[in-house]
Each structure stands twice: as C-alpha cells, then as structure tokens.
T-cell receptor, first 114, second 112 residues
Framework: SAVISQKPSRDICQRGTSLTIQCQVD?????MFWYRQQPGQSLTLIAT?????????ESGFVIDKFPISRPNLTFSTLTVSNMSPEDSSIYLC???????????FGSGTRLTVV | AQSVTQPDIHITVSEGASLELRCNYSYGATPYLFWYVQSPGQGLQLLLKYFSGDTLVQGIKGFEAEFKRSQSSFNLRKPSVHWSDAAEYFCAVGGTASKLTFGTGTRLQVTL
C-alpha cells in the first residue's frame, strides 16, 4: 500500500494566520482526500483533490477557508486560512492505495490555534 | 446518503477477555467496509477491510470482522484482548474512488 509523508506533524499558530499542510505520497494516485478530526470527534471529510482540477468540497467547507493544491499525482497541500481557535484539530490526508489495499492515511497534523 | 453508527462510545474489558465492537452502516450500493485503529497521538491504522467474498474477514493484530448484509452490520471481534489494544476504533464505509464516512468511534480501555 502507499506510504504518505505528512508535515508538519504539529504546530501552534496565532489566530488570524494561515498554515499549509503538505502530503507526499510514494506512488501516483488519482484522488487525495483531506479530513479534519476535531478534539474527541470522528473524522470529517473536508475535500477531495484530483490532479488537474479544482478540489471538491464537502458541505460546510469552502475554498476560501481551506484552499487545496494538487500540482501532481504524488503531492497535495491543504491551507487553513485566517485561523481561529475553532480550527484546532487534527488534519489528515488520505489516498486510495489500490482497490485491494484500501485507504491509507497520513500520520496527521495536530494544529492548535491560540 | 451513507452513514455509520457505532453505538458504543466507550468499552472497558479485562486483558484476556474477548471483545466485540459494533458497527452498523447505511449505504446505497455494495459497501466497502473498514475498521481503523487510532492510538493516542497517532494516525489511523487499517485493521481490516471488506470488499466482497467471504463475509468473515481476518485482519492484523488478531482482529476479525463479520459482514452481515441482512443486519447492515460489520462488527469487529478479537478473542483475547491485550493491554496494547487500548485505543480508539473507527468503522468506516465507502466505495472505491470515493470518500469514506466514519462512525463516531469506540474508545477501548483494557484493565489488567
């Protein structure tokens, strides 16, 4: 299955600033997914990123707040913009390694906004 | 719309005892079902998955799950729990090349 390198692993940021999270995959994948896990909660999909097209956002998430880039088949970034304490969460990227392997997740970025 | 229900928020078992974590799903087609485990401060690790075929699926760390279409369930089991199994367990449903929908998770505590 695919191996995902996600960074940073954690960060503490001031409100009003932005943070960009990177995910690098060791193989080419068509779709990359970005999830948010709020404290003590389950995972919620933010958006799906395909190479060469605009990301598709889930209800409640907008591009101005969470812009995504997907410049090639092995890399994607998620930016959390104009942060507030409510954005404090773990952010995870995921790919479908293959039909047999299922979905692989990055190790996550633990974001704290102060 | 797809959804997953994990009715048990928190379960405590003694080390060596058997374990069953419940998962019920709603999905409009043949579901792809997954169980993931998340240890504190860690990412998600795939325990097992069901796509088709044998409804009893074997996973890593001695876990297994049984797909029951008639009950829309995919319960996770382990015959003998180890202290290192203490973690958060998530059931998820989806399809190939599509998003996963996760349940709210079950936190497993293991007493010695």
């Amino acid at each position: 299955s695919a191996v995902i390198s996600q960074k940073p692993s954690r960060d503490i940021c001031q409100r009003g600033t932005s943070l960009t999270i990177q995910c690098q995959v060791d193989s080419q994948v068509t779709m990359m997914f970005w999830y948010r896990q709020q404290p003590g909660q389950s995972l919620t999909l933010i958006a799906t990123a395909n190479q060469g097209s605009e990301a598709t956002y889930e209800s409640g998430f907008v591009i101005d707040k969470f812009p995504i880039s997907r410049p090639n088949l092995t890399f994607s970034t998620l930016t959390v913009s104009n942060m507030s304490p409510e954005d404090s969460s773990i952010y995870l990227c995921s790919v479908e390694s293959s039909w047999l392997a299922g979905y692989t997740f990055g190790s996550g970025t633990r974001l704290t906004v102060v | 719309a797809q959804s997953v229900t994990q009715p048990d928020i928190h379960i405590t078992v003694s080390e060596g005892a058997s374990l069953e974590l419940r998962c019920n799903y709603s999905y409009g087609a043949t579901p792809y079902l997954f169980w993931y485990v998340q240890s504190p401060g860690q990412g998600l690790q795939l325990l097992l998955k069901y796509f088709s075929g044998d409804t009893l699926v074997q996973g890593i760390k001695g876990f297994e799950a049984e797909f029951k279409r008639s009950q829309s369930s995919f319960n996770l089991r382990k015959p003998s729990v180890h202290w290192s199994d203490a973690a958060e367990y998530f059931c998820a449903v989806g399809g190939t090349a599509s998003k996963l929908t996760f349940g709210t998770g079950t936190r497993l505590q293991v007493t010695l």
